[in-house]
């Protein structure tokens, strides 16, 4: 697919640069060896030399990038490997959930004292960041290989994709797992369900957007869903950890990979219910660029390697799904085309209307 080229400029300006000068910009350690290792992962020759005159540029300039997102722990062995790669730059990831991730961005740009090198979020967050001009969208060399659904209109490309199911303690009757997004209106589960609250930005109103858009949750699903007294937590941690405890059976809805993030870190006694029977959520995560940035070069550099093939390979293992053309599919969460009924979401251009749509609603369900 052919797009308009969003960021490039520091790209072909360091390919000029070069090419006019006809002098060895060699970095520290030699260029030559980063060259070979980009080709050996897969990265061919031109596309490779490209990154080269990138990771030069970036050299110049912080050697820090600060990436922000909801996938940085289970990304941090695709942090090292780039840290391998390009010696002398390095990558320190903050997970942050969504409002977290709004709330931290806003803040940076506001003040003028921007340390975000690449943020990382779904459509809501980008959405929210974007319409004050806090980050701004990127277009990777390898833009015409990225699925159609690792693309939004706006001008933001996903590296990854996130699929939504419900987290259950493993103390449950195996005949209780829920086994679709209607089970968990059940009255079976009244008093057993956690959740993060859905009148606030996150993985719950997100959830219930994309049901209810796709018609798969009508006012009574909803109403049916709040007669089961809930309980709401402000962040993703204390829901997943609640179960976890024992102290309520399931999880309305968490991602895949943070929930195996949890569920490692914390030795939980859970479980993960997806695909779903009636509809599946799978979620874009968007890379972005702050409007402010201590080296564009440097985040310019970490978006182009996410989209390389070894990092969504090392994506899969990590329990998300690639958006890049060829990547192969997950051992634990099959490929897009294998998930029956994937349901769309708002996008990045449509979000704000979304949300001014279902959120009066959810506020009146669940906390009127």
């Known amino acids: 697919m052919k797009r308009a080229a969003i960021g490039l400029g520091v790209v072909i300006a360091a390919s000029l640069l070069v090419g006019c000068s006809g002098q060895d910009q060699s970095g520290p350690g030699g260029d030559d060896g980063v060259l070979q290792e980009l080709k050996a992962q897969g990265v061919d ?24 997102g909801i996938s940085a722990l289970p990304m941090a062995d695709t942090f090292k490997e780039f840290e391998r790669t390009f010696p002398g730059l390095t990558v320190t990831g903050t997970h942050l959930t969504s409002p977290d991730t709004i709330a931290r961005v806003t803040a940076e740009q506001s003040s003028g004292q921007a340390v975000g090198g690449v943020v990382q979020g779904t459509s809501n967050v980008i959405a929210a960041l974007a319409k004050d001009d806090f980050v701004e969208g990127y277009e990777p060399l390898v833009a015409d290989d ?32 829920p086994t679709s997004w209607g089970d968990l209106t059940q009255k079976r589960f009244v008093d057993q369900i956690t959740a993060v ?142 998930i029956p009924n994937p349901l769309s979401g708002p996008d990045i251009g449509n979000n704000a209307e979304k949300l001014k749509k279902w959120t009066p609603i959810f506020e009146s369900t669940f906390k009127g």
């Open 45 to 68: 020759e031109a596309h490779a030399k490209t990154l080269v005159e990138l990771y030069e540029k970036a050299l110049e300039g912080e050697k820090g990038i600060n990436f922000y």
């Open 146 to 177: 990225i699925a159609e659904s690792g693309y939004d209109a706006a001008g933001y490309y996903a590296n990854l994709l996130t699929p939504y199911g419900a987290v259950y303690n493993t103390r449950i009757a195996k005949d209780q797992i």
């Open 197 to 338: 609250d859905p009148t606030i930005v996150g993985v719950t109103s997100t959830a219930l957007i994309f049901l209810s858009e796709g018609e798969v949750y009508t006012q009574a699903e909803l109403d049916a869903l709040a007669a089961l007294s809930p309980k709401f937590y402000p962040d993703s941690s204390a829901a997943i950890n609640a179960v976890g405890a024992g102290e309520r059976d399931i999880m309305f809805t968490q991602s895949y990979s943070v929930y195996e993030t949890r569920k490692a870190e914390g030795g939980l006694p859970i479980d993960f219910a997806f695909p779903m029977k009636d509809a599946n959520i799978v979620q874009q995560l968007f890379l972005a660029i702050p409007s402010t940035v201590p080296n564009r070069a440097a985040s310019e550099l970490l978006v182009e390697y996410l989209f390389t093939m070894k990092a969504q390979e090392m994506a899969t293992e990590q329990g998300y799904i690639p958006t890049l053309d060829g990547a192969p599919a997950g051992k634990v969460i099959p490929a897009l085309s294998d």
